[in-house]
């Protein structure tokens, strides 16, 4: 099970944090839609490229199921993804079942601060072999651009869902 404490060797992190104007529970709204209809909040065609990819070479490819629109819970699939971990409104843990070179997580942690939220977005891979290496290495350029254009779109989704919220208060008093 990976964590982001402490210092595990050979495995790869990209970590990123972003501040957002919402309670924890608006920040983490989008996060527990992620994936499916939703999709992932940025570069869709280049997910559904690599589900294409995935499913060429035997993998999963883009899984269609059905969940509850708003939840998920441990062991839920989405897409080519599986719920590992999933704390409402704190954490939600993903592990990846496509084809690759090692094992790769996705995870999402949400804290309040009182005035708002960090969002922590965590992508892991611990790689099998040079080809693991090669792999990470490899696509880190897309992947950089990628979860920044995710996390920074996951925070606008936050900030407009407790503007809307805050705005649906105001409307009924």
């Known amino acids: 099970m990976p964590s982001t ?29 992620i ?25 999963v490819g883009l899984r269609k199921g059905s969940r509850p629109p708003d939840g998920l819970g441990v062991g ?17 843990r993903l592990t990846a079942e496509m084809k690759l070179p090692g094992k790769a ?15 922590r977005q965590t992508a892991i891979f611990d790689p099998r072999g040079i080809g693991g290496r090669v792999y990470w290495y490899g696509l880190y350029p897309i992947h950089r651009l990628v979860f920044a254009g995710m996390l920074r779109e996951i925070a606008r989704a936050a900030e ?14």
């Open 76 to 92: 839920d699939t989405v897409d080519f993804w599986r719920v590992e971990g999933f704390e409402p409104n704190r954490r939600l």
């Open 5 to 33: 404490a402490g210092r595990v060797p050979g495995r790869l992190v990209d970590s990123r944090v972003v501040s957002v104007n919402a309670s924890a529970e608006a920040a983490f709204q989008p996060i527990r839609r």
């Open 160 to 173: 407009a869902k407790r503007t809307n919220t805050h705005d649906a208060r105001i409307r009924r008093t």
């Open 35 to 59: 994936g499916g209809r939703t999709g992932w909040y940025y570069a869709n065609w280049l997910w559904r490229l690599r589900a294409l990819l995935d499913a060429f070479v035997g993998g």
């Open 105 to 119: 997580w996705l995870e999402f942690e949400v804290e309040g601060d009182g005035v708002g939220s960090r969002i």
